[in-house]
Structures are given as C-alpha cells and as structure tokens.
C-alpha cells in the first residue's frame, strides 16, 4: 500500500540474478485511474451529454454513423449496441477512406455521425467529419484532448477526461 492506495507490481526475473523483482508499470498506473476518472467524467460532462441528447431527441435520426479507428472503433462498436437496442436506430460504421482519400459527399442530412477518438487529431477523421458535416449531420465527438482539431469540426463534444496518456497506445 502506497498513500492509501494499493500499489500492483509486475513481476518479471531480475537479469543478474534470475530472482523476480517487481516493477511498477505506466500501463498499471493508468489502469488503476480508471474507476476515478469514469466517475469524474459522468460529473464533468453532465451538461454536455445533456445537451447531446436533447439535440438527438429533437432531430429523432433514422441513422446514426460511427467512425473510428484502432481502440476507438471498439468504444464505437459497444456504442452501436447501446443505440440499436435502447434507441432502436440503426448504427452503421463510417470508412474514414471514403471522405479522406475518395473525398466522396454523402447523404447524412438528419444523421447523427459520431466520430471517436483520443487524440482528435487524425488525418482521416478530421476529414470525415467534416465531410459529414458539410452534408447535413449533426456531428459529434468523443474525445480525451479537448484542444484537438476535431473539437473544432463538431458541433457538440463530449470531452472523455481521460487525462494524458503516458504509457502506450489506447490506454485512454
């Protein structure tokens, strides 16, 4: 125990001795953040949720589209299974390459288009969005940095407040 916190350690074999000793992970570190930071976000982002779901009630989408890529796409993936059953909406997921590298305008008028991701900062999403957007969606973001370009493109975000990620890719 460590500051009132238990401290889980990885046990690996130390290379002069062949003993194991323990080492403290960023990985570890970040996981045990997790039940902290879900609370915080469920206070924290009470009014933007709000005003997202009043904003769906008011336009009742016939589809909602997701685009994501790498660990996102599986939060969007949970996402999807969340809205066709409590919603009963269709859920289709977006080909980031149709917008980024076919540049192709689509039909979302009266859609919801939920784009995820950590950073808000890729390429392809950024382009999706705004493709999206420029056809008629009401375009929302799921993102940790609230600074990205992505926040920029959509018309409502919901920040994850994650806090910064240290340790290796899709921690956050």
């Known amino acids: 125990m460590e500051n009132g916190n238990i401290v889980v350690l990885f ?17 570890h570190a970040e996981t045990v953040e997790i039940p902290r930071r879900i609370a915080e976000q469920i206070e924290l982002n009470d009014l933007n949720i ?32 969340l809205f066709e059953l409590t919603l009963g909406v269709p859920v289709a997921t977006f080909a980031p390459s149709v917008a980024s590298i076919y ?8 859609t919801l288009f939920l784009a995820i991701s950590q950073s808000g900062r890729s390429p392809d999403l950024i382009a999706s969005a705004t493709v999206a957007r420029d056809c008629g969606a009401y375009v929302v973001a799921i993102v940790n940095d609230e600074e990205s370009p992505l926040c920029a493109i959509a018309h409502d975000v919901i920040p994850i407040r994650a806090g910064p990620e240290q340790s290796v890719a899709a921690t956050k």
């Open 103 to 110: 540049g192709a305008r689509l039909k979302f008028e009266g």
């Open 50 to 81: 709000a005003r997202v779901v009043a904003h769906i009630r008011a336009i009742a989408p016939k589809l909602i589209v997701t685009c994501a890529r790498g660990s996102s796409s599986h939060a969007a993936t949970y996402a999807k299974y």
């Open 11 to 27: 046990r690996c074999p130390a290379p002069e001795s062949g003993e194991f000793m323990y080492k403290r992970t960023l990985m």
